[in-house]
């Protein structure tokens, strides 16, 4: 046995597949969760695109299929008295946490989901560290933080640390951050509670600023149909990539929103659960709060829509891209260059979006085109309601193509 692993946010798209890989690898893993980001999918009324069957039917087919042992508890990671208990009776050597709201425009519905976004991650979040402080010291810490942290500086995005000179001396600070949504800016707080925690409580961490995560499956995950991962491609809980190939299937325009300049690093789920198991291996000293920028290549999202196109035109698809109005406040054409050579020197080796990747991806989801609900795909979340979304010219734009489906949360009562 390698080690004791939690796995906290057990239940989705990146925490399942990590908890498996992990299991397969020989790490005695348990999983947590309070089911969650089922409830957020009820309220805004999506579904992920493959049927995903309970987390504990997923444990028991994971132990009819691999011959290895899940463990699961149920809970709320912001009531310290259930981290608590988990840490007593589990007492993990690491902690890999993805048990947190993370999706941006999720956080940018109103008052209360973005309330909810921040209490539930920075909580939670402070709730583990504090457990680590007092019931298991020795052990580390593998967060999932965000490239979006960072936002869109106009410098190079170093990994995690920048050294400033100022006045004739110098000092090295958390690299500062200029998120785009509340939902990153809850990442952002964590990050710097984390660095506290190991500055002064002398605990052991590592931030992976993951950049966004594509793919449909990993390799445990392709092993038996009720072992998929909660896949999305809603514009509330789906990603760029995955929601550009669920679009060509469906026939409906790529949404490429505004001039399409938006860089991000982009990386593999296959590449997502084999960087955690690197953390998870090269555990941060006492004292120290390592950062790993968590991505493969960087693309704009006009370059993805045009490589989705492409791959999807070979197989007999004719997807359109369109310039949607952009929902968000972001820039759309900006310098972008972030180092991500940390998990490289560790020994990650990345898969890469090629054309057969894309291909692989287009053809897992055509065999569950049927599931694919059109209404999902445009959903209606602003970053502000006062129309500061300026569309951009108007010559390069196409008129969104279907009418957005306004989102009602908690007792509101659609607009
Ligand atoms: N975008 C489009 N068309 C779409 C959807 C998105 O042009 O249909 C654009 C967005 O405007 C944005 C970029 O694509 O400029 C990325 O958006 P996204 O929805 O793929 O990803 P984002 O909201 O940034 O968040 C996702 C995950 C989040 C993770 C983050 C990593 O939901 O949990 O932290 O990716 S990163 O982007 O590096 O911060």
Not at 20 to 36: E, K, P, T, W
Not at 107 to 119: E, F
Not at 176 to 198: C, E, M, Q, R, W
Not at 326 to 337: A, C, S, V
């Amino acid at each position: 046995m390698k080690g004791r692993v939690l796995v906290l946010g057990g239940d989705g798209y990146l925490g399942w597949p990590t908890a498996m890989h992990l299991s397969r690898r020989g790490y005695r893993v348990a999983v947590v969760d309070n089911f969650a980001k089922r409830n957020w999918e009820q309220e805004v009324g999506v579904e992920p695109l493959f049927p995903i069957p309970t987390l504990h039917e997923r444990v028991r087919a994971w132990r009819e299929v691999s011959e290895n042992e899940i463990e699961l508890h149920v809970g709320d990671l912001t009531d310290y008295r259930f981290v608590e208990s988990i840490f007593q009776s589990f007492r993990p050597d690491a902690i890999v946490h993805y048990g947190e709201q993370p999706s941006a425009p999720y956080s940018m519905i109103d008052v209360r989901t973005a309330g909810y976004t921040q209490y539930n991650n920075v909580i939670g979040n402070l709730n583990v560290l504090f457990a680590m402080r007092d019931l298991a010291p020795d052990s580390h810490l593998v967060k999932l933080g965000t490239m979006g942290e960072y936002g869109t500086p106009d410098i190079d995005i170093e990994e995690g640390y920048l050294t400033v000179q100022h006045n004739g001396r110098e000092h090295t600070f958390l690299y500062p951050k200029t998120p785009g949504s509340l939902y990153h800016l809850s990442k952002v707080h964590d990050s710097h509670n984390i660095h506290f925690a190991t500055r002064i409580w002398k605990l052991r961490a590592t931030d992976l600023n993951q950049g966004v995560v594509y793919g449909v499956e990993t390799d445990e995950s392709a092993l038996d149909d009720r072992l998929a991962t909660s896949f999305h491609y809603d514009e509330v809980f789906g990603t760029a990539l995955n929601r550009f190939c669920v679009q060509a299937v469906a026939g409906e325009p790529l949404t490429v929103y505004g001039k399409g300049g938006q860089t991000r690093g982009y990386l593999n789920i296959r590449d997502t659960v084999q960087c955690v198991e690197l953390a998870v291996k090269n555990p941060a000293d006492a004292g120290e709060l390592r950062v790993y920028n968590q991505f493969t290549e960087q693309f704009s999202v006009k370059e993805l829509a045009e490589k989705v196109r492409t791959a999807a035109e070979q197989l007999g698809m004719s997807p359109k891209v369109i310039n949607a109005p952009n929902p968000r406040i972001e820039l759309e054409e900006h310098y972008y260059n972030a180092k991500h050579s940390k998990l490289l020197d560790l020994g990650l080796e990345p898969h890469y979006l090629g054309e057969e990747l894309i291909d692989s991806m287009l053809e897992k989801i055509e065999r569950y085109k049927e599931r694919i609900n059109r209404n999902q795909l445009v959903m209606g979340v602003k970053w502000s309601p006062t129309g500061a979304v300026k569309a951009p010219p108007s010559a390069d734009i196409d008129p969104p193509t279907r009418e957005r489906v306004p989102v009602a949360v908690g007792d509101k009562t659609p607009a």
